[in-house]
């Protein structure tokens, strides 16, 4: 077939990156209106076409949403470009699956990280020549990472190398911190590119478009309008979101060994377990559970390993982690006790979070973690510690842990047990007259 498409400078850009035998992850977008979804979808097509009985997956995070906009979006760009269903291709429902006539396939599918599919089995053992996730900054890192995987169909059969198309407006997660940041600051991965596209750069966009963009909110403005990726979505954050991102680039400053341990409470809270080298984080560990000889036995077993004082191990004692406290016979913490040398704090668990802050923000906290999960739950609590009645007079108080809870979806059992070491930092002489 014979086409002639039409694409904005930046599109063109980016085709060139996706047609390379250099790049494999391509981010496209960072604004609305700046023709994220027709890129998408037109570079399926092409290779669909140029490539006789290859197979692609387009995905977003919920398979509704997918049909209802990024597939509409496809259709349009078929009819742009001389392709008529049931002739050129044929789309089946119930399937999900674009079918073209040279046995090319597009497969639609839902990337939303379900508890039940924690994993992406969905996906059984799907094989794609190329992918495109529309609004990745929807989907979690691993749920990228899980098709970035499977991208292997037919590549040596026509000469080419895994290709991933991503689009997304600025969003404060993964896709800020794999592909705006770095890019900003020249450190990109050599085989990913960055494309911001602004609605400015597309001049196929209707100018009602951007008019309508104007009346927006100044946070939403600033987002999809401008495509600012630095946007602070308050003022009242007592970190700075780089360096949160910072601290899995950090050796933080190593020393004695700690073992902190946020206990469970309820069924979807974690138990987690931190070992420090001073302030770095040496090893994580999480069970969805608070069985508490199991978690006595699991410190125990670090405390033999890594020879930690018992004076150095700090369990929260509030509710269940009680028990492990009287097991172990090592430091409670309690969340609602007074703050120590009577600072002007609500309570010690504020005392010991505003601490985590100051330290991580002036570069001292480091963590060593391979999970990505663990990684984005670290970063997406962090931004959660914030300041209530920032402007008011009185004590220092941080925002419910109910709150943060009905932000994020979870209890912050990662930053807990982060800000339980701190209490070594503010109370120094502490366990000077304990006997082991």
Not at 122 to 147: C, P
Not at 390 to 400: E, T
Request: aromatic share 12%; with cysteine; hydrophobic share 35%.
């Amino acid at each position: 077939m014979d086409i002639k498409p039409s694409f904005t400078p930046k599109q063109d850009l980016a085709i060139e990156y996706l047609f390379d035998k250099e790049t494999k992850e391509v981010l496209f977008g960072g604004a609305a209106g700046g023709g994220k979804s027709y890129i998408g979808c037109a570079y399926l097509l092409l290779m669909a076409i140029k490539y006789p009985g290859t197979r692609y997956l387009m995905g977003r995070s919920k398979l509704d949403a997918l049909k209802k906009t990024t597939l509409n979006t496809f259709f349009e760009v078929c009819q742009e470009w001389g392709l008529k269903a049931n002739k050129h291709y044929t789309f089946n429902g119930s399937s999900n699956i674009v079918t073209f006539f040279n046995k090319s396939e597009i497969i639609l599918k839902d990337l939303f990280l379900y508890p039940s599919d924690r994993n992406f089995d969905s996906l059984g053992s799907l094989e794609i020549t190329a992918a495109f996730i529309d609004e990745a900054n929807q989907i979690t890192e691993k749920a990228k990472n899980i098709v970035a995987s499977r991208l292997r169909y037919k590549l040596d059969k026509f000469g080419l190398i895994p290709k991933l198309l991503l689009s997304c407006n600025p969003s404060k997660n993964w896709c800020y911190n794999e592909y705006y940041r770095p890019d900003k600051d020249g450190t990109i991965k050599p085989y990913r590119k960055f494309i911001q596209s602004l609605v400015t750069d597309n001049p196929f966009i209707s100018k009602h478009y951007q008019e309508q963009l104007q009346t927006l909110d100044e946070l939403s403005k600033q987002r999809l309008l401008y495509g600012n990726w630095e946007y602070d979505t308050s003022n009242d954050s007592l970190i700075e979101y780089d360096a949160i991102l910072n601290i899995f680039d950090t050796k933080g400053q190593e020393g004695d060994k700690y073992i902190t341990c946020d206990v469970a409470r309820f069924g979807a809270d974690k138990t987690v377990i931190m070992l420090w080298s001073g302030l770095h984080i040496i090893s994580i560990q999480y069970y969805l559970q608070s069985d508490i000889p199991l978690i006595v036995k699991h410190i125990k077993d670090l405390q033999s390993t890594h020879a930690v004082k018992l004076t150095n191990i700090i369990v929260d004692e509030d509710g269940v982690g009680g028990g492990a406290k009287d097991y172990l016979r090592c430091v409670g913490f309690v969340n609602n006790s007074r703050p120590i040398k009577a600072e002007n704090y609500q309570n010690l668990k504020t005392q010991c979070y505003y601490k985590l802050a100051e330290y991580i923000n002036t570069g001292q906290v480091g963590v060593t973690c391979s999970d990505i999960n663990v990684k984005q739950h670290i970063i997406e609590e962090c931004e959660q510690i914030r300041r209530k009645d920032a402007d008011k007079d009185g004590k220092l108080k941080l925002i419910p842990k109910d709150e943060v809870k009905m932000s994020i979806g979870r209890s912050p059992d990662y930053s807990d047990a982060m800000a339980m070491r701190m209490y070594y930092e503010i109370e120094q002489n502490y366990g000077q007259y304990f006997v082991q």
